[in-house]
């Protein structure tokens, strides 16, 4: 495993990480609190160091979990956590949580991360899916530099998921904000809008974490996107997850890869990418050639002509 240092910062990061959302996510049903644990622990015997999690996977059983699987390693680890999310006191049943950035909010949710993770600070505190609403408010960053100040985060960043957009947002946080990171997702088949904020990101010298897609589950119905993908797999060598993550690595703003990780196999396959040959440019610049004209379009004609 190879190591990038987080700008601006002196956080350590693998350049593989570990994304605790599919271990906790109950509607994937992917794995008990047992082979959750041990999961994370051949991660952390892999090399990954970067752990990232968020108060709401799991209504906080993401990091109760992680916390049960560092142990003593708490320390070895650089951990990111993420709150915006009021799941304390939403009614029982609801499907969806409101999202809250007071400052006395902020500080509620960081007490209750810190009890869970039972650790003395957060090495990364995300601001989870904001708006340009929350960016704006003087008060969201002025409450998070004073946690800054009594040592219990480190850092803080802004995290966007997979339906939150965050091309606005992102470029207002990094352009005034002294945030650290912007974790948002990005990869072979979403290019966008990280694409859009790399040059931004570069400039200001913020680390952007990538969160990779989930990968095209084996056994699963194929369809002309994944097929097009696993010719660029096997053209590029490793499987279509691996293929993201070196994709992801290419480029020099992004710190870490948090790809989907759903077991053991995968975890093994995407680690190893840190180390695997990285792409060419030639095949970089077909990748968002590919993209840009729409994956479907292209594997119909390779299709039609006996290609890919």
Same mark, same amino acid.
């Given at each position: 495993?190879?190591?990038?240092?987080?700008?601006?910062?002196? @956080?350590?990061? !693998?350049? #593989?990480?570990?994304?605790?959302?599919?271990?906790?996510?109950?509607? @994937?049903?992917?794995?008990?609190?047992?082979?959750?644990?041990?999961?994370?622990? /051949?991660?952390?015997?892999?090399? #990954?160091?970067?752990?990232?999690? %968020?108060?709401?996977?799991?209504?906080?059983?993401?990091?109760? +979990?992680?916390?049960?699987?560092?142990?003593?390693?708490?320390?070895?680890?650089?951990?990111?956590?993420?709150?915006?999310?009021?799941?304390?006191?939403?009614?029982?049943?609801?499907? !969806?949580?409101?999202?809250?950035?007071?400052?006395?909010?902020?500080?509620? %949710?960081?007490?209750?991360?810190?009890?869970? &993770?039972?650790?003395?600070?957060?090495?990364?505190?995300?601001?989870?899916?904001?708006?340009?609403?929350? +960016?704006?408010?003087?008060?969201?960053? /002025?409450?998070?530099?004073?946690?800054?100040?009594?040592?219990?985060?480190?850092?803080?960043?802004? $995290?966007?998921?997979?339906?939150?957009? =965050?091309?606005?947002?992102?470029?207002?946080?990094?352009?005034?904000?002294?945030?650290?990171?912007? *974790?948002?997702?990005?990869? +072979?088949?979403?290019?966008?809008?990280?694409?859009?904020?790399?040059?931004?990101?570069?400039?200001?010298? +913020?680390?952007?974490?990538?969160?990779?897609?989930?990968?095209?589950?084996?056994?699963?119905?194929?369809? @002309?996107?994944?097929?097009?993908?696993?010719?660029?797999?096997?053209?590029?060598? =490793?499987?279509?997850? *691996?293929?993201? #993550?070196?994709?992801?690595?290419?480029?020099?703003?992004?710190?870490?890869?948090?790809?989907?990780?759903?077991?053991?196999?995968?975890?093994?396959?995407? $680690?190893? %990418?840190?180390? %695997?040959?990285?792409?060419?440019?030639?095949? &970089?610049?077909?990748?968002?050639?590919?993209?840009?004209?729409?994956?479907?379009?292209?594997?119909?004609?390779?299709?039609?002509?006996?290609?890919?």
């Amino acid at each position: 495993m190879k190591y990038r240092i987080l700008p601006r910062t002196d @956080l350590e990061l !693998s350049e #593989v990480g570990f994304d605790l959302w599919t271990v906790v996510n109950r509607r @994937l049903e992917t794995m008990d609190e047992r082979d959750g644990v041990r999961l994370l622990r /051949e991660a952390v015997e892999l090399g #990954v160091t970067f752990f990232d999690t %968020a108060d709401i996977d799991g209504k906080g059983y993401g990091e109760e +979990i992680l916390a049960k699987a560092l142990g003593k390693g708490r320390h070895d680890a650089v951990i990111g956590s993420k709150f915006g999310y009021d799941f304390y006191d939403a009614p029982p049943g609801r499907s !969806s949580c409101p999202q809250k950035f007071d400052p006395p909010f902020i500080r509620r %949710a960081c007490e209750q991360s810190l009890r869970r &993770l039972r650790a003395d600070y957060i090495d990364l505190y995300q601001i989870h899916d904001p708006g340009m609403d929350t +960016i704006e408010r003087d008060e969201v960053f /002025e409450t998070l530099e004073a946690l800054v100040k009594e040592g219990k985060i480190r850092f803080y960043a802004i $995290a966007f998921g997979p339906g939150a957009g =965050g091309l606005e947002a992102g470029e207002a946080s990094m352009r005034y904000r002294d945030v650290k990171a912007l *974790q948002i997702p990005y990869g +072979i088949v979403r290019q966008e809008p990280a694409q859009s904020l790399f040059p931004i990101a570069a400039e200001k010298e +913020i680390g952007v974490i990538a969160r990779t897609p989930r990968p095209v589950e084996p056994g699963g119905p194929p369809g @002309l996107k994944a097929q097009a993908l696993r010719f660029l797999a096997e053209e590029m060598g =490793g499987g279509e997850a *691996q293929g993201d #993550v070196k994709f992801c690595l290419a480029q020099p703003s992004v710190a870490s890869v948090i790809p989907m990780v759903t077991g053991l196999e995968t975890l093994r396959e995407c $680690a190893a %990418a840190s180390e %695997a040959p990285g792409i060419s440019v030639e095949a &970089l610049g077909k990748l968002e050639e590919l993209w840009r004209e729409g994956f479907e379009a292209t594997a119909s004609r390779g299709a039609a002509t006996g290609g890919g």
